[in-house]
């Protein structure tokens, strides 16, 4: 029997195997997938998981990017060094989340991938978890097993707090003259933004909406924009996806088992920033369940309290930013994009060199007269 099988080898289920081994505990990862495997993401990373980790990240990144470009319609340009201690990290996700459970694995962690997890049952005091290559016992389970995942209903989570966003990308293979830039454009979709991420060998291209409305037709959005850098996205191939997006405090717990990254509706409702908190919620979980094998009872309340207390605050920030942002983005584009400071603020943010709670109250007022007031 396991100390704790963790369901899902992104970044959440990555780094809380790399935490647990460390810590001398047993760990199964249990991926679906066989690794590496592609996963829909722009692929932008902030430096600042670092400080959770002991080893260098330098073979996981593609390229880094320093600098920011935002565009509304296409024109109306604004350029900005982000002006941080280390540039956002642009990654490729098969290469960056295989990496992390590399790390885990040297650690002790046991991987298990291209195993379907179908079905879990609670046994006294310990989780039995079916796979199509039969069963596997472990005292606590973590479920990082994304949006779309099973994990979160058989715990017995039916109706997480959650805003589901839609999100389009293509990954175009190019020769990219400038990858120290990373592009966003504000003007085509409605709700959302589209992004143009650098990697060495081509370009991440996506659009997402992130506060619901009208349908659109992303496919022809992301042509457009494609087309704008003389790239053609008819040849390459294209994923549509959701993300989960933080929608209020949430009870992250259940018997001998915790939700981790996507499964946690963990993302950043301005910016659909997944990664870090991702990273985030497995340290936490790692730590939590580690308690709770040396006998604390409370252990995992207080994952949901340190979730909720930590991310949960920032991200009620964040989202009442990208509500008034993406409901007005006109405004949002003339008094928080195109202000000088505006977007060394937006990269600061990024790199975890400022948050939303440092900046949302000034933010808010100018976005909508009388905020606070």
């Given at each position: 029997m396991y100390d704790c099988i963790i369901v899902g080898a992104g970044p959440a289920g990555g780094t809380a195997a790399y935490h647990l081994a460390k810590q001398g505990r047993s760990v199964l990862v249990l991926e679906k997938e066989s690794l590496p495997r592609y996963k829909p993401c722009g692929g932008g990373v902030s430096p600042a998981i670092a400080q959770w980790f002991d080893f260098d990240f330098s073979p996981a990144?593609?390229?880094?990017?320093?600098?920011?470009?935002?565009?509304?319609?296409?024109?109306?340009?604004?350029?900005?060094?982000?002006?941080?201690?280390?540039?956002?990290?642009?990654?490729?996700?098969?290469?960056?989340d295989h990496f992390l459970v590399q790390q885990g694995q040297k650690q002790g962690a046991e991987l298990r991938d291209h195993t379907e997890v179908t079905g879990i049952e609670f046994q006294s005091d310990y989780w039995q978890v079916n796979t199509a290559n039969g069963p596997v016992t472990g005292r606590y389970l973590i479920a990082a097993d994304g949006a779309k995942g099973p994990m979160a209903k058989w715990l017995g989570f039916k109706d997480r707090k959650r805003r589901l966003a839609a999100a389009l990308e293509a990954e175009v293979t190019a020769n990219v003259k400038d990858t120290s830039t990373i592009h966003f454009e504000f003007g085509l979709v409605k709700n959302g933004y589209i992004w143009n991420f650098p990697k060495a060998d081509g370009y991440s291209l996506g659009v997402g909406t992130f506060i619901g409305g009208e349908p659109q037709d992303f496919k022809k959005i992301l042509d457009e924009y494609a087309r704008s850098f003389n790239l053609d996205i008819k040849t390459s191939k294209q994923y549509g996806y959701p993300l989960c997006l933080w929608n209020g405090n949430q009870k992250l717990h259940t018997q001998n088992a915790v939700l981790a990254g996507e499964a946690a509706c963990v993302v950043d409702p301005m910016t659909a920033e997944g990664i870090r908190p991702s990273i985030f919620s497995g340290l936490i979980a790692a730590g939590a369940i580690n308690e709770a094998l040396s006998g604390d009872t409370n252990a995992l309340e207080k994952y949901s309290e340190a979730i909720n207390?930590?991310?949960?605050?920032?991200?009620?920030?964040?989202?009442?930013l990208g509500g008034a942002f993406y409901r007005f983005p006109g405004i949002g584009y003339k008094v928080g994009v195109k202000r000088p400071s505006g977007a060394k603020i937006m990269g600061k943010i990024m790199c975890g060199e400022l948050r939303y709670s440092d900046v949302a109250g000034r933010a808010l007022k100018r976005l909508i007269p009388g905020f606070g007031g």
């Open positions: 990144i593609s390229v880094k990017a320093d600098s920011l470009r935002f565009t509304w319609n296409l024109g109306d340009p604004v350029e900005a060094k982000i002006a941080t201690k280390e540039p956002v990290w642009m990654v490729r996700r098969d290469i960056f207390g930590q991310w949960g605050t920032e991200m009620a920030w964040a989202q009442k």
